[in-house]
């Protein structure tokens, strides 16, 4: 198993945009291409207040490359994301961090 980190850092005042955009979208597209997510959090207390960082299961990375590239290539996707930026962009920059898991750790 790999979990995927990523980190998405919204243009001041777009968190809620981006959360519509997932709520409302995203999910429905990780569903039918199979991307399994773990969890979603927004920053209580740290650097910013404006990112959303989730968390992605993988079994491996050529699952991972598969159906994260059929995602990202899907035109209703791409028509989707592009309709909700389409007055103002709404993240500045993504991070994404794969990891595995130690013998010792509970998920595995």
């Known amino acids: 198993m790999i979990i995927e980190m990523r980190i998405y850092h919204c243009l001041p005042g777009r968190m809620p945009a981006l959360n519509e955009r997932f709520s409302k979208t995203t ?4 569903k039918k291409y199979g ?5 979603f959090w927004t920053t209580l207390i740290g650097p910013s207040n404006h990112a959303l960082t989730y968390l992605l ?3 491996s990375l050529e699952e991972r490359e598969r159906k994260w590239n059929a995602f990202q290539a899907d035109p209703e996707w791409i028509a989707k994301r592009n309709a909700s930026e389409a007055e103002k962009s709404i993240v500045e920059r993504v991070e994404n961090i794969f990891l595995s898991p130690t013998d010792y750790s509970p998920m595995r």
């Open 27 to 30: 999910l429905d597209f990780f």
């Open 35 to 39: 991307i399994k997510p773990v969890g």
């Open 57 to 59: 299961e993988w079994e």
